[in-house]
C-alpha cells in the first residue's frame, strides 16, 4: 500500500479540526481586546464548516447525517463558552503552539499543543482539547502520554519545574488535570525512548483489525479490513471512488 493516500476524511475529524479551530479563534480574539458571545462564536462555526467542507468528508455511521454533527459541534461550543470560556482567568500563552523535545540521536518528539497558558497563580499548563464521544481511561494510548508529553516540552521551553497538563473533554463539559515535575518529565521521556525501541525491534507489523477499521482511510484496500455495515460510510465512499 506504499504511496497510497487515504480515500476519506471523516466527519468527525472534520467536526473536531472545526471546533479546535474556534477555539483558537475564542482564545485569539480574547487576547486581542474583544470577547466575542455566543452567537459570534456559533456564526464562526458555521462559516468555517460550510467553507472547508469537501466531497472527501464521509459520515461513517450510514444512520447519521451532517446535521448531526453540527448539532454536536454547536452544543460542544455552546456549552464551553458558557462553563468556562466566560469564567476563565487564566492568560494564554500560545495557541497550536508547535512543541519538540530532542530526546537521542535520530528520536525527536513533535505534538501540537492546543492551549499554552498560564493559571491565575502564575502555574504554567498545557491543555488538549477532546471532541471524542468518551473519556479517556488514562492508559498510555487513550491519550494518556499526549498530554503530559505537551507539558514536559513547555517544561523545557520555559525552565520551569512543574506544570499542569490537561485534557478537556468537550462533549462532557469537563477537565483532567495532571501534575508533571521535571523528575516525571524526565520519566515520561525515557518511557518514549523505550516504545521508540521497541517499535525499532519489532520484526513485523501484523494488521490489528478491529471497529477503528471503519475510520481508516485505508480500508478499501487492506485485505484485513473488519467494517460493519452500520459504519460502512467510509468503505462505500472508498469504493465508489476507486
Ligand atoms: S486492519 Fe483496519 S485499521 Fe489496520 S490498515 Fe487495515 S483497515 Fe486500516
Given at each position: 500500500m506504499e504511496g497510497l493516500k487515504e480515500s476519506f476524511r471523516s466527519i468527525e475529524s472534520y467536526l473536531g479540526s472545526t471546533v479546535h479551530d474556534v477555539l483558537e479563534w475564542l482564545y485569539g480574539e480574547r487576547d486581542r481586546g474583544s470577547k466575542p458571545d455566543e452567537q459570534q462564536m456559533l456564526d464562526r462555526f458555521a462559516s468555517r464548516w460550510s467553507e472547508g467542507w469537501n466531497d472527501d468528508i464521509t459520515i461513517i455511521r450510514i444512520d447519521e447525517n451532517q446535521e448531526t454533527y453540527l448539532?454536536?459541534?454547536?452544543?460542544?461550543?455552546?456549552?464551553?463558552?458558557?462553563?468556562?470560556?466566560?469564567?476563565?482567568?487564566?492568560?494564554?500563552?500560545?495557541?497550536?503552539?508547535?512543541?519538540?523535545?530532542?530526546?537521542?540521536?535520530?528520536?525527536?518528539f513533535t505534538g501540537i499543543a492546543d492551549r499554552v497558558g498560564r493559571t491565575e497563580q502564575g502555574r504554567l499548563f498545557v491543555v488538549d482539547y477532546k471532541t471524542s464521544r468518551s473519556k479517556g481511561n488514562g492508559s498510555e494510548f487513550s491519550e494518556g502520554l499526549q498530554a503530559p508529553?505537551?507539558?514536559?516540552?513547555?517544561?523545557?521551553?520555559?525552565?520551569?519545574?512543574?506544570?499542569?497538563?490537561?485534557?478537556?473533554?468537550l462533549r462532557h463539559g469537563t477537565t483532567q488535570w495532571r501534575r508533571i515535575d521535571d523528575e516525571q518529565a524526565e520519566r515520561l521521556w525515557?518511557?518514549?525512548?523505550?516504545?521508540?525501541?521497541?517499535?525499532?525491534?519489532?520484526g513485523d507489523f501484523p494488521a490489528r483489525?478491529?471497529?477503528?477499521?471503519?475510520w481508516c482511510g485505508f480500508n478499501a484496500h487492506c485485505p484485513a479490513a473488519e467494517v460493519p455495515d452500520r459504519f460502512a460510510g467510509g468503505l462505500r465512499y472508498a469504493q465508489s471512488t476507486r
Open positions: 448539532r454536536t459541534g454547536r452544543e460542544m461550543l455552546d456549552r464551553f463558552h458558557r462553563e468556562t470560556f466566560t469564567r476563565d482567568r487564566s492568560q494564554t500563552v500560545s495557541l497550536e503552539q508547535r512543541l519538540s523535545a530532542p530526546l537521542s540521536d535520530g528520536v525527536v508529553l505537551y507539558a514536559a516540552c513547555v517544561l523545557k521551553l520555559h525552565g520551569e519545574r512543574v506544570a499542569l497538563a490537561g485534557y478537556h473533554y525515557a518511557r518514549v525512548l523505550e516504545l521508540v525501541g521497541e517499535t525499532e525491534s519489532a483489525p478491529g471497529i477503528l477499521c471503519a
